[in-house]
């Protein structure tokens, strides 16, 4: 069975990436190339020209239009044949097919599956961005040598932060404090407060704590392809009430995942915080951490995965901590057997 889920809305290209320049990329096993109409809006089609095959990227914009780089054929934002150099008459089969696209949160969303199931609507909404107070880092992407289930078991496992990410986010202190997990019909949460606690690294820089803090990690998964941290460090002995929360460091770490292949994994990521507002010098470096700390990530799930190739076994032992991730798992195998049925 594939692993691909197709009626989702999925981050295709951060929205700076896609200009009048033509932008190649592979989505669930897709060729697709990206660009601007004149106007500005955002198109995309199949990078594969109806006649020879040849990827439509390799050719060059005409207008609106794009036209093949072998022999010139031109097709409109539809996918549809408007020219054939040397005859007037255009096969029924000049057609390429095209995606619906949605502008939103810088990011340029695309839909993969039946285009009439293509609901705008249905795009995650993301907490808190544009609010007064409340800033942005986003633009983040790394391409993921792992497959979509296993990073998203990954994103849904807030042990492995302790002995993976020892110099950004990881807090020996948090290792003991158990993992509590809730699921619905398309998300899955795990959650765990550790209380009196010393501050991780990063927290203690952008936060001025001075003793210990109580500090919450909410690992919320969307299915099929949404992952959304949420991160409160507040000083410690205060009540966990959503008020005080966002009195404290707050921080929405938000991952986008889009399957490139079976095996391989476009990780967009932007994260939205409450402190900062304004300084370029924090901006620059909650991004160099950020990156840092998904390039670990991808380190260690595409180690995991050459293992997993090599002997044919997902997993050998399983611990408690991996109930979040079995249930993330089990939701999107399900998802993809569903919509194949």
């Not at 899955?188 to 001075?210: H, L, M």
């Not at 991996?322 to 798992?329: I, L, T, Y």
Request: aromatic share 10%; hydrophobic share 40%; glycine share 8%.
């Amino acid at each position: 069975m594939s692993i691909y889920i197709k009626n989702a809305w999925y981050v295709a290209a951060w929205a700076n990436e896609v200009n009048r320049d033509l932008l190649k990329r592979r989505i669930l096993g897709e060729p697709i190339v990206l660009y601007r109409k004149n106007d500005g809006t955002p198109v995309a089609l199949i990078d594969r020209c109806a006649h020879k095959l040849l990827p439509l990227s390799m050719g060059h914009l005409a207008g609106d239009n794009l036209q093949c780089g072998y022999h010139g054929l031109e097709y409109d934002c539809s996918g549809a044949c408007v020219r054939v150099p040397g005859q007037d008459r255009i096969p029924a089969t000049a057609k390429v097919r095209s995606f619906p696209l949605v502008e939103r949160y810088n990011a340029i969303w695309i839909w993969m599956g039946d285009p009439a199931m293509a609901d705008p609507s249905k795009i995650h909404t993301v907490r808190k961005i544009g609010e007064p107070g409340w800033s942005v880092v986003d633009g983040g992407y790394q391409l993921h040598g792992g497959d979509f289930l296993n990073i998203a078991e990954n994103l849904q496992d807030p042990a492995h932060t302790t002995y993976v990410h020892v110099r950004t986010i990881g807090n020996p202190a948090t290792s003991e404090v158990p993992v509590k997990v809730e699921q619905g019909d398309d998300y899955v949460v795990a959650y765990r407060w550790s209380n009196n606690v010393p501050p991780p690294p990063i927290d203690k820089k952008n936060g001025n704590f001075k003793g210990l803090v109580d500090r919450c990690q909410y690992y919320n998964y969307f299915a099929p392809c949404v992952s959304r941290v949420d991160v409160v460090t507040m000083d410690a002995g205060q009540e966990h009430t959503e008020e005080n929360m966002d009195k404290g460091l707050r921080v929405y770490s938000y991952k986008f995942l889009t399957p490139e292949t079976e095996s391989t994994t476009h990780f967009f990521w932007m994260q939205v915080r409450n402190f900062g507002a304004g300084d370029a010098k924090v901006q620059a470096e909650l991004f160099a951490g950020l990156n840092q700390t998904f390039a670990e990530d991808n380190v260690i799930v595409t180690a995991v995965q050459r293992e997993q190739a090599a002997t044919g076994v997902r997993q050998q032992t399983w611990l408690s901590i991996d109930a979040g991730p079995s249930r993330v798992r089990k939701m999107l195998e399900d998802m993809a057997a569903a919509e194949q049925a």
